[in-house]
């Protein structure tokens, strides 16, 4: 390879690494709190909304369902194990970058479903793990789909735990400032949530969404 060759081929790398850079900032911020529901304490994504907001920023994306070949040749969109039960698989490209990622097949008390229903012991009696069906596997496929894509960034925060994703925008403005003292807003309250020492340390995004919280909450109580 020639050094004009070489510094092209770096140069190109170095677009690619930044554009990488660039498109996990704007999924890793994006707010997809309406779109997702709760079951059992656990919030999930809605895997329609996820792949409609990664389409909005990359419409080149592409997505995978892993299939395997059982014993007699036939193509599953899942391994099985009898003992350990049923794993789904997936992977998203997005600008050239492809990551992947697995799931098992669980009931709603996060038991692994096997080909047959079975029985565990509880402090409240014994429960039953109902036999999986293609309607579980799915499911599974889908929430697998969501989890990968919340590997480029999309509802990674809900993965951490986190109410709201991570800001990385322009710092508060003096009008922010001024309004959130204009309502009232307790600022103690708004730095723990946000983990921050004083309300001055907020990004734009943040003290929006502080401000939006508090005009809708008057609102409501209006009417």
């Known amino acids: 390879m020639t050094q004009d060759n070489f510094e092209l081929v770096k140069a190109e790398k170095e677009k690619w690494e930044k554009e990488q850079e660039e498109l996990f900032k704007?999924?890793?911020q994006?707010?997809?709190?309406?779109?997702?529901?709760?079951?059992?304490?656990?919030t999930y994504l809605s895997w329609a909304f996820a792949w409609q907001e990664t389409l909005k920023i990359c419409?080149?994306?592409?997505?995978?369902?892993?299939?395997?070949s059982d014993k007699?040749?036939?193509?599953?969109?899942y391994q099985y194990d009898p003992i350990l039960g049923y794993m789904v698989f997936t992977s998203v490209t997005i600008n050239?970058?492809?990551?992947?990622?697995?799931?098992?097949?669980?009931?709603?008390?996060?038991?692994?479903?096997?080909?047959?229903?079975?029985?565990?012991?509880?402090?409240?009696g014994e429960k039953t793990v109902e036999q999986a069906t293609m309607f579980d596997i799915n499911k599974t496929i889908m929430r697998c789909l969501t989890k990968n894509l919340a590997?480029?960034?999309?509802?990674?925060y809900i993965y951490a735990g986190e109410d709201l994703p991570i800001e990385l925008g322009e710092p508060i403005t003096e009008k922010q400032i001024a309004r959130i003292r204009e309502?009232?807003?307790?600022?103690?309250?708004?730095?723990?949530k946000f983990k921050v020492k004083s309300i001055e340390e907020l990004t734009y995004q943040q003290a929006e969404f502080v401000i939006s919280t508090k005009e809708k909450a008057l609102e409501n109580k209006e009417k």
């Open 72 to 77: 007699d040749g036939v193509s599953r969109c």
């Open 26 to 28: 704007k999924f890793v």
């Open 183 to 192: 309502l009232k807003i307790i600022e103690p309250n708004v730095c723990t």
């Open 151 to 156: 590997m480029f960034g999309l509802g990674i």
């Open 59 to 68: 419409p080149t994306a592409t997505y995978e369902i892993k299939h395997f």
């Open 30 to 42: 994006l707010n997809v709190n309406d779109y997702t529901e709760t079951k059992n304490n656990l």
């Open 96 to 124: 050239g970058l492809t990551r992947e990622m697995w799931l098992p097949v669980m009931d709603n008390a996060n038991k692994s479903m096997l080909d047959h229903p079975y029985k565990y012991a509880t402090k409240m």
